[in-house]
């Protein structure tokens, strides 16, 4: 498993030029530390920010290392959509967990947008956070029909939906409601938008006021045992080690380089974004106060959202990237675009949108990235069996940003010894790091994103 790319493409969330970009704190790498904390996403970030926002004075030193810029992996890359799973895969869950547990992760990804908002609220970070209704439209019977029909038959036997969903049955109504040209039907619920480089590139700044130190273009070659009888790990880099008790990795996608464990358990997958706008001299075309998924067929679709400056921003191209495995599966090239889903987005809005026809609406920016696909499409949240100080939070499948927060309160509890066991948090069962966990041989991760395709 490689290092991330070391020369990504530019994404519109990273034309923000933020003074961290290439930070080092200091100008060599500090040979000691309370906790390494290796990633500058929002799991890292956000991680080493709960570890120091409640230090209590115990001046914890922490040390983030970043193999890249600043936040330029998925988190730098994504929808910045903040869009809980209040049905969807309900079904699929229920079957695997029973109906209890599967509300239980619907009720956990519902509340990170609170939280999310309470965040931004408290620390006033300027990113953009809306707080939106989330449409998911479909416009195809063979993903309609089964989500539609597992939806009533789960309602009718009792399981709890919550209810802030709204479902849409009538296509009339479903066209109307979301401005979608040939809705079949519609979900509706409670979600968010953010930039997301602008959060996490805040909450780094927090952690370095606090006395973080953070150390950019520095990749974490490896993670052992320092076996003085200590318990300490000896965290490896080419501009030196850091000797540290206690390592929370937050490298995503690329976890395995340096966690052979996670070698068949995280598989990276590259996706793909776009921003679209109106360009100056263009038509106004209706300004979109939804987000929105929007389905074609069985693993098909695209998510969407629209930005206060009137652009979109809009990723999935699902019909293209699925063409052929090497496009995505296990693919961490965010150097080059996917052949065929580039021009997807030409005439995007104008296709789908009533109202958008006659905009001149046009791609500007788009970017890939690479997300961390779990062999059970859960999140991997814990301390790592067998190896005592070394922490994980990876594994998002591609649907992070209402999920992260939650999993980095309770990853810095731990490290700052506030609980001993995830139970003693909110994390949901199915994300804990387990030995039997880790040892289930089965990965239905490329089954759930392409289906029967075939691998080509
Ligand atoms: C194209 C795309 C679109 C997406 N859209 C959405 C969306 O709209 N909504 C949503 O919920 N989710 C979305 N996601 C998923 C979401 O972005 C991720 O779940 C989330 O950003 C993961 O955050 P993270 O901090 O765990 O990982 P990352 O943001 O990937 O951060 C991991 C960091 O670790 C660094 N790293 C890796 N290895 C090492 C090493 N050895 N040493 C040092 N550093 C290392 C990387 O460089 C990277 O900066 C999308 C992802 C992609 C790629």
Not at 217 to 225: A, E, F, K, Q, W
Not at 335 to 342: D, E, F, N, V, Y
Not at 431 to 454: C, F, Q
């Amino acid at each position: 498993m490689p290092l991330p790319h070391d020369r990504p493409m530019p994404s519109y969330w990273l034309s923000f030029s933020s003074d961290l970009s290439k930070h080092r704190t200091t100008e060599t790498v500090p040979q000691e530390a309370d906790v390494v904390v290796v990633g500058s996403g929002y799991s890292g970030a956000a991680t080493a920010y709960h570890i120091l926002e409640n230090d209590d004075g115990k001046r914890t030193r922490v040390v983030i290392l970043e193999a890249r810029d600043v936040c330029s992996g998925a988190t730098g890359r994504n929808g910045g959509h903040v869009k809980p799973d209040l049905y969807f895969n309900a079904s699929l869950y229920e079957k695997r967990f029973g109906p209890r547990a599967a509300e239980a992760l619907t009720e956990f990804e519902t509340q990170q947008v609170m939280e999310v908002k309470k965040l931004v609220e408290k620390e006033q970070i300027d990113c953009d956070f809306e707080l939106v209704r989330a449409l998911d439209v479909f416009v195809d019977s063979r993903v309609a029909g089964p989500t539609v029909a597992a939806y009533k038959n789960m309602k009718a036997n009792g399981y709890h939906f919550p209810d802030d969903l709204h479902f849409v049955s009538d296509p009339k109504k479903a066209e109307q409601v979301s401005g979608v040209k040939g809705a079949l039907a519609a979900f509706s619920h409670t979600a968010a938008s953010i930039w997301p480089y602008k959060m996490v590139t805040h909450l780094l700044h927090r952690c370095l006021g606090w006395g973080a130190n953070l150390q950019t273009n520095t990749p974490v070659l490896s993670i052992s045992d320092l076996s003085d009888g200590s318990g300490r790990w000896r965290v490896k880099t080419p501009r030196g080690e850091v000797v540290t008790k206690k390592v929370v990795v937050a490298a995503n996608a690329y976890l395995s380089a340096l966690l052979p464990e996670f070698n068949d358990k995280i598989i990276p997958a590259r996706g793909i974004v776009c921003r679209i706008a109106v360009p100056e001299q263009g038509k106004m075309a209706p300004h979109l106060n939804n987000s929105y998924s929007i389905r074609y067929g069985p693993q098909e679709y695209d998510y969407l959202i629209s930005r206060t400056d009137g652009s979109i921003i809009v990723g999935g191209a699902k019909q293209k990237v699925l063409l052929d495995d090497a496009y995505w599966h296990n693919n961490t090239d965010d150097s080059q675009l996917i052949p065929g889903a580039a021009n997807y987005f030409d005439g995007y809005m104008q296709r789908l949108f009533h109202g958008w026809e006659n905009s001149g609406a046009k791609v500007t920016h788009t970017w890939t990235g690479v997300m961390g696909y779990s062999s059970d499409l859960m999140p991997w949240v814990g301390e790592m069996p067998g190896k005592p100080g070394i922490y994980v939070t990876a594994g998002f499948t591609g649907h992070g940003m209402p999920r992260i927060l939650g999993c980095a309160t309770a990853i810095a509890s731990l490290v700052r010894g506030d609980v001993q066991y995830l139970s003693e948090t909110k994390i949901p069962p199915p994300y804990w790091i387990t030995k039997d966990r880790l040892r289930v041989k089965k990965n239905i991760a490329r089954e759930y994103m392409a289906g029967s395709r075939p691998s080509l």
